[in-house]
């Protein structure tokens, strides 16, 4: 029946999703519990409570509850730039000549650029109901940071980010962009934590990681009464939150009667992937459905095609919880020359149990390849997409060729993550070709493996 579509599918108020969908209910095989890293034991919720907020701590240990509603004042702040549209990329696809029909999911619409803003509300909302003062935080390129402060400011919490050095330096309008949200933005390794002191000592010179961003967070969190530490990704709790952009996917598609072949998502920590595919992944799961879900990453920073699937430390210092993902060992940094995010060395343990389990599949693409997708995107659809959601585009277009080859009228949905308009340094050293298509030696890898924690 073919029904009239409109190019961008939003959804009305009354079709809004009011509670996000927890596929861990729906998982037989549930994710491995945190660890605590001292004792190796499941973190208890009295110890995560210690650094996440009180209801933040139910979310992440609740693998039961098959949906959680999702408060009011979330909805509201929602409004602001939800439904994001589902669209039909016509243009691309007569572009490419595909007989493929490809639709993505926006999220860049808000001024933190990505769908991370879904789930900085919900943390800083908790927070707040909780009678904190504040949260910390680290950021690396800045979308998380920028969407954290953003929350943070509407509902009048302190936000204090630590940002890694060499994004600091080079990314100095993402930096601003926090501090006009009011934000307390510092460069990390620094002087101002135990273990920002610990790393520039033994790494003089050093221009930050992630991993090491995330010990300076916690420490300050857990330092200072009335403060709490957010995480951007990776959490089973983030990964509920952004479910939100799956549902209002799911609802648009199933309002015109469309059914996917397959869902294509970016995975740097895999919080926008696993948000997408919750509710197609929960029919696979139920066996109602089946999908083709496929994970993209860069070939420099590849967790799930080259990883192992183990415990490991979320963060450089050591002082997180080990969480079970696919993981490139927690001193793994990817190459200088990277340049397209998705840089974490870990996954989701959601997304790293489903993998495991032959729910998906993963593909990693070295960056020069995301880069032409990004570009010849952007020359079509009107959007400048970010690097990140180029790997997703990368494998869109793949497919659309080879249903091209094949004439399969295949229907393809991927995650458009966000805009890259405060990424044109990567863009320009694509353009000037000093990009290079680095890829990580299996010797370089397994000296990282060899010091992953000995857990049994
Ligand atoms: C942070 C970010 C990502 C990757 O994070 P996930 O947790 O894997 O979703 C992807 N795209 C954009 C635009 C981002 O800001």
Redesign the pocket.
Known sequence: MAKNIPYKIYLEESEMPTAWYNVRADMKNKPAPLLNPSTHQPMTAQELGAVFCDELVQQELDNDSPFIQIPQEIRDFYKMYRPSPLVRAYCLEEKLQTPAKIYYKF??NNTS????LNSAIAQAYYAKKQGLKGVTTET??G??GTALSMACSYLGLDCKVFMVKVSYEQKPFRREVMRTYGAQVTPSPSMTTEVGRKILAEHPGTTGSLGCAISEAVEVAVGHPGYRYVL???LNQ?LLH?SIIGMETKIALDKYGIKPDMII???????????LISPFMGEKLRGEADYRIIAVEPASCPSFTRGVYAYDFCDTGMVCPLAKMYTLGSGFIPAPNHAG??R?HGM?PVLSQLYADGFMEAVSVPQTRVFEAAEQFARVEGILP?P??SHAIRVAIDEAMKCKETGEEKTIVFGL???GYFDMVAYEKFHDGKMDDYVPSDEELQAYFAKLPKVD
């Open positions: 999220e860049g650029g990505s769908h991370k690396g390129a979308q998380w951007g990704s990776v983030v952004q998502g970016c995975a740097g920590g895999g919080s926008n992937l696993g948000g995010g998705l974490y989701s970010a990140e959601s993550t966000g805009t």
